[in-house]
């Protein structure tokens, strides 16, 4: 397949790029700094462009099978990465009639009802207080892409790992997943190539957990 990828330079964007270079795909990975970008592929190619800005990267979406993206903000602010972003893909999307997207979100934004009192008390109140500004906009990001129209899958991680890829991990589709404690960044990608083709995961929120 032909494959465009935001975030890139990240953790998990890395993977993605690695992985769908192995498995033959042909991948552009969009990024703000091509220096960040340590892989060289003769089936890569990396194009400076600013997810906030639509028409830096708009015509290197044409002809692509699919879009995924592993967006993600550093710090604690007020952003709109994921909602302006992710809006920028979409309307890119639709203009070149690509149909499949694959994005991140998280696990942090709904609490499962077997989470235990003293775990949903620290969720609540810490973790969801802390990251208050970035699930907001994950909030904002998950309607634009609800009311899209295309063949979407948005993922929710719970916490990331460096941890190896094994390709064992469990997903639930549109329910929180019970027991969630992590996911490697390796599998996390591993999942978001197999999902590319899975009609099973169209238009559906998935969690993932190991």
């Given amino acids: 397949m032909k494959l465009v990828v935001f ?36 089936r890569l190619e990396v194009i400076q462009g600013d997810v906030l800005s639509q028409s830096s990267f708009s015509p290197w979406i044409s002809g692509k099978d699919a879009v995924l993206s592993a967006l993600g903000v550093n710090h604690r602010r007020p952003t709109t990465v994921y909602s302006e972003g992710t809006g920028n893909m979409l309307k890119a999307m639709q203009s070149s009639g690509v ?24 969720i609540r109140l810490v973790i969801q207080k802390m990251y208050r500004h ?5 909030s904002r990001m ?8 295309i063949d979407w899958t948005v993922i929710r991680p719970p916490r990331l790992t460096d941890g190896a890829k094994t390709g064992t991990y469990r997903v639930a589709y549109n329910q929180p997943l019970s027991k969630a404690r992590g996911i490697s960044r390796g599998n996390l990608a591993d999942y978001m190539i197999q999902s590319i083709s899975d009609s ?10 190991m």
């Fill in 7 to 42: 975030g890139a330079t990240g953790g998990t964007g890395r993977q993605i790029v690695l992985q769908a270079l192995e498995h033959g795909h042909e991948v552009t990975a969009i990024v703000r700094n091509r220096e960040a970008v340590s892989i060289d592929h003769e």
């Fill in 99 to 122: 149909r499949r997207l694959v994005c991140l979100s998280s696990a942090g934004l709904e609490i499962p009802s077997d989470t235990p009192l003293m775990q949903r008390i620290v």
């Fill in 134 to 138: 970035a699930y907001e906009d994950m």
């Fill in 142 to 149: 998950e309607k634009l892409v609800r009311r899209s129209g």
């Fill in 200 to 209: 099973a995961s169209f238009q559906t929120i998935v969690d993932i957990s």
